[in-house]
């Protein structure tokens, strides 16, 4: 049996807010829809932006498909090259590696996160990069982790993220989870999704992935 620790990517591994949130905002303009406050903003980031925008400014599935794709176009363009890694996360994962199967399961679309993880270096790392589709069926985080697991023919292992989302499809996929607290989620929200282990820095995460198994 592998050891299988999967990471999500924005805010677990990278500080992408910059590239995500000018990009929404590009969007939001497109479609002329209002800017919301930071707090707002930053809420789009984790969760899969269609329904995001559907559930804030009520836009029907069809309209919420063409506002991500301006998002995307956006994206691909300019946000993918504005982000920075954590600091200490790539020595953190030069550790784990040598003892655990390392891989990304995040809701941004696939090929996003596999130019990201190369244009960054740390693509070395990971057995697999496992994302989104392009056409909403592997969107959630609870199918992208059922998918990696499929691809990786495992059923078991941890799940490090800093939404809910990364909490709760841990849990919907039998895994253990990992609650981390320098991205964009708050204790709160990670002590409601049932995290198994919160960690509040980069540098407390062999510990507490090393109790997962």
Partial sequence: MK????????????DSSEGILNSICYMLEKKGLVIPDKKTLQSFIGPPLSESLQELYNLSETEA?????????????HGVKQLTVYAGIEAVLAELSSNY??????????????????NIGLARYFSGIFGADLIGERSKKTDVIAYALAELEE????????????????????????????????RQEMIKAGADQ??????????????SF
């Fill in 65 to 77: 498909k063409e506002a991500v794709k301006l998002y995307r176009d956006h994206y691909a363009e």
């Fill in 101 to 118: 199967f390392l891989a990304i399961a995040t809701s941004k679309p696939e090929y996003f996160a596999k130019q990201i993880i190369d």
């Fill in 198 to 211: 919160i960690v509040a820095t980069v540098d407390e995460l062999p510990a507490a992935i090393k109790s």
């Fill in 3 to 14: 050891n299988i620790v999967l990471f999500d990517l924005d805010g677990t591994l990278t």
């Fill in 155 to 186: 059923t078991s292992g941890v799940m490090v993220g800093d939404r809910k989302f990364d909490i709760l499809g841990a849990k919907e996929n039998q895994l253990k989870s990992i609650g981390v607290l320098y991205g964009f989620g708050e």
